[in-house]
């Protein structure tokens, strides 16, 4: 049975699209950082960049980041529309490394692979507690 189950989920892995992992990824983090939400609000500069937000369930889109529980960034810009003390999470190391003081963490594809980071000392500030799983992507710096 446990042959069976492992085979199932590797041809799942490999038969796979990008936009599905990503979802999947996209998912665990957020029941990650709110595990007790039922419902999350989520405002994003870019729908397209994130695609696999739009395909989960429990999720709900606005057009305000003021009224978001969690704000997901890909351009530099958009930054200057977001108020003090939201959740931020980036999708390029470049955001994550320029503004690290900001955002809890990124997740962006290098190489082929995809890459979490979470930063520690912003997970602290906003009293986020991640799930044992997402210890090893916790970072003090980058």
Do not use: C
């Not at 085979?7 to 038969?15: A, E, G, R, T």
């Not at 939400?37 to 937000?53: G, M, Q, V």
């Amino acid at each position: 049975m446990r042959y069976i189950t492992i085979l199932l989920f590797s041809i799942y892995l490999v038969h796979a699209s990008p936009l599905e992992i990503e979802k999947e990824i996209y998912k665990i983090i957020i029941q990650s950082i709110f595990p007790h939400k039922k419902s999350i609000t989520i405002w994003t500069d870019n729908p397209k960049e994130f695609d696999a937000l739009i395909r989960l369930k429990n999720i709900k889109f606005i057009t305000n980041p003021k009224y978001a529980d969690i704000v997901f960034v890909s351009r530099e810009n958009s930054f200057q529309n977001i108020p003090p003390k939201k959740i931020i999470f980036v999708n390029s190391y470049i955001l994550l490394k320029k503004h690290k003081n900001e955002a809890i963490g990124g997740f962006f594809w290098q190489k082929g692979r995809p890459n979490i980071v979470f930063l520690r000392q912003n997970l602290q500030i906003h009293h986020i507690n991640l799930s044992p799983d997402f210890q090893k992507y916790i970072e003090d710096e980058l």
